[in-house]
């Protein structure tokens, strides 16, 4: 007797323990004390296109669909309310200003009611220009542009090669200047005049005196007889050349004249004679001829920008250098000029000898590149 009470008894207490977990345990039932009621949100109709839309094209009956969307989430540019048909009544029929994507809500501004009125979707080209950069085209060729392997998205770098004189600061002519004799009211004329570098007080230019313009030229004298001599140069002042880096590292946005809007890629075959249908009057079908580029556009900075302006409107002679994609290291670059040659590379000075090559040669024979010789033209 005494141990089925104890067993009774163990079983009540294990039947109390369960219950006072299971009440502890307990998930909160919503809406006890003690618990916050949430608030109810509004639900909105938004308007969202139900296809691609382009720019100019009318909104159709079906281009629009309703989403619905909390009211807190709706941006004030949405078209959105508690009428559906209200909402399509305000975009149904009108005008998009612009390219409208499928799924893309839309806003007041994405439509117009005359045709107008519309936002041009800019070029494709401007999209790949950094913030901070700029575009610009230069002219090139086979042997400026790296013999045409540069290709869109490349790396390049950009040579100027000039030619310089020397310039009377206030005429800015090429220099030697002119002299002409001047005779002084009453005296006797002189020349080369001495010290006369402009205008004279009290000297009056001789109209009698019928004497061309000379060079200014400079006084030796000769070292055996003593003589003074007027020396005055050969020809005309030989330009000095001089070459350097203007740009380092512009980025190639394209190589070529870019495709114009509504042209088509490649080059148009003619319809032979007698229809599509016909047969081609040759009995080998000729190859489309592919144009080398002539022009290529670089991404550059603003100032770069101004300089490579400036160079094409000067005459300059820029060439392009093509670098590895991955190259980032900045080098500094000097001036090369004859002297720069003559000393870095110790290039010696040939000495006057009394003997020279037959045929007398005044200037570097250039090799002649096959492909740089103008083909004939075909005969009738």
């Given at each position: 007797?005494?141990?089925s009470r ?8 294990l ?11 307990k998930p909160?039932i ?11 949100v ?15 094209a009318r ?13 807190n989430l ?23 200003r ?11 501004a ?8 519309l936002l041009a ?8 220009i950094?913030?901070g ?10 042997l ?7 290709q869109?998205g490349?790396?390049v ?14 005429f ?79 980025i190639?946005?394209?190589v ?25 009057p ?5 190859a ?8 290529i556009t670089?991404?550059v900075?603003p ?5 490579l302006?400036?160079?094409l ?5 820029l ?22 040659l ?5 290039i ?10 037959e ?12 492909n ?9």
């Open positions: 007797m005494r141990r104890i067993f009774i008894l163990l079983a009540i207490i039947l109390l323990g369960a219950a006072a977990a299971y009440f502890l345990l909160p919503p809406g006890s004390e003690g618990e916050a009621t949430p608030v109810p509004d639900v909105v109709f938004v308007a969202i296109a139900a296809q691609d839309i382009s720019r100019g909104i159709p009956e079906d281009g629009v669909i309703m989403s619905r969307m909390n009211a709706v941006v004030e540019t949405m078209i959105s309310g508690p009428d559906e048909e209200g909402i399509r009544s305000r975009i149904v029929d009108r005008i998009a612009q390219d409208i994507a499928r799924g893309v809500p839309i806003t007041e994405m439509l117009t009611e005359t045709s107008g009125d979707g800019g070029s494709n080209a401007a999209l790949a950094p913030a950069y700029t575009a610009i085209a230069i002219p090139m060729d086979r400026s542009g790296v013999a045409y392997a540069m869109d490349d790396v770098d950009v040579l100027i090669s000039l030619l310089l004189v020397d310039i009377d600061p206030d800015q002519t090429i220099l030697p200047n002119q002299t002409t004799p001047l005779t002084a009211s009453g005296g006797t004329a002189e020349f080369p005049a001495p010290n006369i570098t402009g205008g004279v007080t009290g000297v009056e230019v001789s109209e009698a005196v019928n004497i061309p313009p000379l060079p200014f030229g400079k006084v030796e004298t000769d070292e055996v007889t003593g003589q003074p001599f007027h020396i005055i140069p050969q020809e005309q002042q030989r330009p000095r050349a001089v070459s350097q880096r203007l740009v380092e590292a512009a190639v946005l394209h070529g004249t870019f495709q114009l809007e509504g042209e088509l890629a490649g080059e148009i075959i003619p319809v032979p004679e007698g229809g599509v249908g016909a047969p081609a040759d009995s080998q079908a000729q489309p001829t592919v144009k080398p580029p002539d022009i670089l991404i900075t100032q770069e920008a101004l300089a302006n400036w160079a409107k000067v005459g300059a002679d060439t392009f250098t093509l670098r590895a994609p991955n190259d980032t290291e900045v080098t500094e670059t000097t001036s090369v000029t004859l002297q720069y003559l000393d870095t590379y110790e010696t000075i040939p000495t006057k000898l009394p003997y020279g090559m045929p007398r040669l005044e200037k570097l024979i250039i090799p002649e590149l096959p740089d010789k103008p083909t004939a033209p075909p005969q009738q």
